[in-house]
């Protein structure tokens, strides 16, 4: 069983352009969670996803962001118009969401670096 | 509303001595918590959980952790300290009910350094 994977590893990008960020999740796993961390802190919550449903926007989302998981299996998040701000390391979890536990499995994470 | 505290950003132990990392959570509901630990430039590995079940927990590489009700904690020991425990640790955890399930609320983190 593969574990989670992201793509790609580090993306360096000039302010102002687009990003889009790739996460291929457990297979069978029917969540999937975005994350952000920034230097020195722990991750903070994003976004999630129960199959195709997006169930959940954190408000650090602004509307630069968005994120997709269409079919419910790998996900896709774009930052419009990057800023300086936006640069963190981005991660991707994925669960089996059951009625005792909803454990999450990291992927190695997306570094994003704003010019 | 849930929130994880970890108490002290470093922590520093000789190589065979106890680790010790310290986390309180604050949660209205019973939580489900987590300790992960993040190498340098990765993602974060699953070290051992708390589902409500036993309330001491066993983990990978000797790992354990006591959930602790009355004084609101769930900290990771370890007896003997290895090199390559040389990481972050955070604990993380959500409420086991209501919209916040599965959201996982993270601590600032612990680094341990482990010295030769």
């Known amino acids: 069983d593969t574990g989670v994977s992201q793509d790609p590893r580090h993306k360096i990008t000039k302010r102002g352009q687009n990003v889009t960020f790739r996460c291929d999740p457990i297979?069978?796993?029917?969540?999937l969670y975005w994350y952000r961390q920034t230097l020195g802190q722990g991750p903070e919550f994003l976004t999630y996803f129960q199959n195709e449903a997006q169930l959940e926007k954190s408000r650090l989302l602004s509307d630069r962001f968005s994120a997709e998981r269409p079919k419910g299996s790998f996900s896709t998040l774009e930052i419009q118009r990057t800023e300086q701000g936006d640069s963190a390391m981005y991660l991707c979890a994925s669960s089996f969401r059951s009625a005792s536990t909803d454990t999450q499995y990291f992927g190695p994470g997306t570094r994003l670096t704003v010019l | 509303a849930q929130s994880v505290t970890q108490l002290g950003s470093h922590v520093s132990v000789s190589e065979g001595a106890l680790v010790l990392l310290r986390c309180n959570y604050s949660s209205s509901v019973p939580p489900y918590l987590f300790w992960y630990v993040q190498y340098p430039n990765q993602g974060l590995q699953l070290l051992l959980k708390?589902?409500?079940?036993?309330?001491l927990v066993k983990g990978i590489n000797g790992f354990e952790a006591e959930f602790k009700k009355s004084e609101t904690s769930f900290h990771l020991t370890k007896p003997s300290a290895h090199m390559s425990d040389a990481a972050e640790y955070f604990c993380?955890?959500?409420?086991?009910?209501?919209?916040?399930?599965?959201?996982?609320?993270f601590g600032q983190g612990t680094i341990l350094t482990v010295h030769p």
């Open positions: 993380a955890g959500y409420a086991a009910g209501g919209t916040s399930y599965g959201k996982l609320t």
């Open positions: 708390y589902t409500s079940a036993a309330t």
């Open positions: 297979s069978e796993h029917n969540r």
